[in-house]
């Protein structure tokens, strides 16, 4: 069975591996990367390439369930993570021990996606070992090195070492343009995480704890908040929580769901400002389902994830995206995000003006989705077939190489 570029049902076992002309590496740490790459291994393997999937464990718990529901398999797990450890620390364990396992196995191509230390150690541990670089969600760019910190900086580095450049939206391909990436090798392809959304829609029954949660808040306005990166931690976030806190208490038809991450930045904070307050609901980080299932229970959602500004137009839900620029303006664009910017009292501002009047917020409606068709991952493996050489499987030669 296949739903949108996610075969189901299908292991493949290692005698059943029809073309092993071409050896791909797909290289994940974080739970985004997992989401979004998910539907590129399934696509690679419903088309029998030769796969290795390789898991940094950069985000180890809330990357497990996230591997089980998306219905994949690791090849090796680099297990790096500790608590507390610095982007450099993270990066020089994986670029050591992905090396290594290059070195044996030798793909010919390594896919990376997105902007996580684990993106940029993949190219670089790929680039070393002149092994083909192909980035999915290539080309966002905020214009600030330092926001979102560090993965600006890293999403622009594996621009520089990347052969093939998998942009999301046409603005993201303007964007490697202006940096004198060649154009022939940046394709257009939509954002995979569209993809995955799709198949987790189809197959959308909400968990007992969540429908409980919906019943039990019925007729509240909820606000669905996630917070957790880098640039918020310290006085903005705290401040942000504390505008949020005050909202909820002074208005009682109003209720909030929070899953908290685990970095011990955001459980400090929260338990500090959040804990025991009426009407908010503090809960452990949501498996996939779990949370678009939330999604589509909100009155309005706040948040400073990449991902969440990628799903709201697909779900037509109001977004507050908590930072200081977006490389995602396509959603404001689209009329489904307001950018809060780094002052929690223009969130404070916004929350009080969109309750007041309620236009903006109820003319939120599904639009078609301005970061992709849920058709990503099939042109990706398109792209790749065709730049190896694989157009025809019965055709022998292989072009190995793309440098
Ligand atoms: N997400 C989830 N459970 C949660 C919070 C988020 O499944 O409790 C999903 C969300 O739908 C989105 C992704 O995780 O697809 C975003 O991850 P995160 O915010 O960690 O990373 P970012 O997108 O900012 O890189």
């Not at 779900?315 to 404001?332: H, M, Q, S, Y």
Request: aromatic fraction near 6%; proline fraction near 5%; charged fraction near 25%.
């Amino acid at each position: 069975m296949m739903l949108d570029g996610i075969p189901r049902g299908k292991k493949i076992k290692t005698h059943e591996i029809v073309d092993w002309r071409l050896k791909i590496m797909v290289l994940f740490g974080t739970r985004p990367e997992a989401i979004k790459l998910a539907p590129i291994i399934h696509e690679l393997r419903q088309k029998f390439f030769q796969t290795i999937v390789v898991s940094s464990s950069q985000h180890k718990e809330l990357l497990k369930p996230f591997l089980k529901m998306l219905d994949i398999e690791t090849d090796f797990d680099l297990r790096i993570m500790r608590k507390n450890q610095t982007p450099n620390e993270v990066c020089s364990k994986i670029l050591a021990k992905l090396d290594k396992i290059l070195a044996e196995e030798k793909p010919d191509l390594i896919l990376v996606q997105g902007d996580t230390t684990t993106t940029l150690a993949g190219a670089l541990a790929g680039f070393n070992r002149q092994v083909a670089v192909g980035h999915v969600e290539a080309g966002l760019r905020s214009g600030n090195l330092y926001s979102p910190f560090p993965e600006e900086l890293n999403r622009r580095l594996v621009s520089q070492i990347a052969n093939l450049h998998f942009a999301a939206t046409e603005r993201n391909r303007r964007n490697l343009l202006a940096e004198d990436i060649p154009t022939e090798k940046i394709f257009v392809t939509g954002n995979t995480v569209v993809d995955t959304l799709h198949y987790i829609l189809k197959t959308l029954t909400p968990s007992h704890r969540i429908a409980e949660l919906v019943e039990s808040t019925e007729g509240l306005k909820r606000i669905l908040l996630t917070t957790h990166r880098r640039e918020s931690f310290g006085e903005r976030m705290s401040e942000n929580l504390k505008v949020l806190r005050e909202f909820v208490e002074k208005r009682n038809d109003v209720c909030l769901f929070f899953p908290v991450h685990p970095n011990p930045n955001v459980q400090e904070a929260t338990n500090e400002i959040l804990a025991g307050a009426e009407r908010i609901f503090l809960l452990e980080p949501l498996n996939y389902k779990e949370f678009i299932a939330l999604m589509k229970n909100a009155w309005l959602i706040v948040s400073d994830s990449g991902g969440v500004q990628e799903e709201a137009p697909s779900l037509g839900k109001p977004l507050f995206v908590l930072r200081e620029n977006t490389e995602r303006p396509e959603a404001i664009r689209a009329g489904v995000a307001k950018l809060v910017g780094g002052n929690p009292q223009t969130l404070a501002k916004m929350l009080e003006e969109n309750y007041t009047i309620d236009t903006w917020i109820k003319s939120v409606s599904e639009v078609s989705n301005p970061f992709g068709d849920g058709r990503a991952a099939r042109r990706i493996v398109k792209i790749i077939e065709e730049k190896f050489g694989i157009k025809n499987k019965t055709a022998g030669r292989v072009q190995r190489s793309l440098f």
